[in-house]
């Protein structure tokens, strides 16, 4: 097996989808057979919990291998924190509040943005693909997940806050990769709860009172997926199950094995 594809979930903003897009697109690629891990890199725990994995009965979590890692310690690895979901394929690193301790306790280490990174060496050559679920701001967590990525998925919405994220971003990546070899090949950008073109008019009217807005929106920031607003998300989340493994086949679920069709071709 080839080394893993990692592929960090990111913005600034919260509320903008990213757990959810992360679960759904791990869903559809184990769908296809491909070997998926899941890390929780948010101490509100939501891929965890989204993936049915109970937060209060967790021996160790992604903090315990950060921790470990950022001492030189062998004694808790990543791979201890592996767990099984009940979706063939899907594993995943869980969360819980104890994960807000990080930035103070291993802000401090040798190389801290690689912490992360140097977790995963241990564990590239057992998956497919690794999808990580980051907390918003701009923070250690941020730092480790992009520090760690092949490529980044930002999930914006209609907010303001959420597209002026997309280029800090960026800028916030160049910064702190100054003076290493890392690279991220792919900025994959996903517009969720999409209303439809006459909405970003709309939006972009009310706004900005500049209707060009709205070109600017499809020319320049290149959204590369549009999810619409649908009550099968609410579901699937209700069911603690990724859209790929509900009973039935929602239409939202076509654009989210779109995704993984499409990273699964960029990889090639």
Known sequence: MTKAITISFTNYKG?????????????????????????????????????????????????????????????????????????????IVPSDLGLCEAEYSMQSAKNSSLILDRCLDEVRDLFDYILIDTSSGPSFLMINSLMSADKIIIPIDSSLYSLDALESIKIFYNKIKKGSKHNIDEFIIVFNRFKGRGFLKKFSDTLFNEPSFNQYLIDKVKIDFYIKESKDVVISQFNKTPISDLSYKPKVGKVYQSIANYIIEKSR
């Open 15 to 91: 509320g903008t989808g990213k757990t959810t897009t992360c679960i759904n697109v791990a869903g559809y690629l184990a769908k296809t057979g491909k070997k998926v891990l899941v890390i929780d890199l948010d101490p509100q725990a939501n891929s965890t919990a989204a993936l049915g994995i109970d937060k209060s009965d967790l021996r160790y979590t992604v903090f315990d291998a950060l921790l470990y890692k950022s001492r030189n310690n062998p004694k808790i690895s990543i791979k201890k924190t592996i767990l099984y979901t009940d979706f063939k394929n899907l594993f």
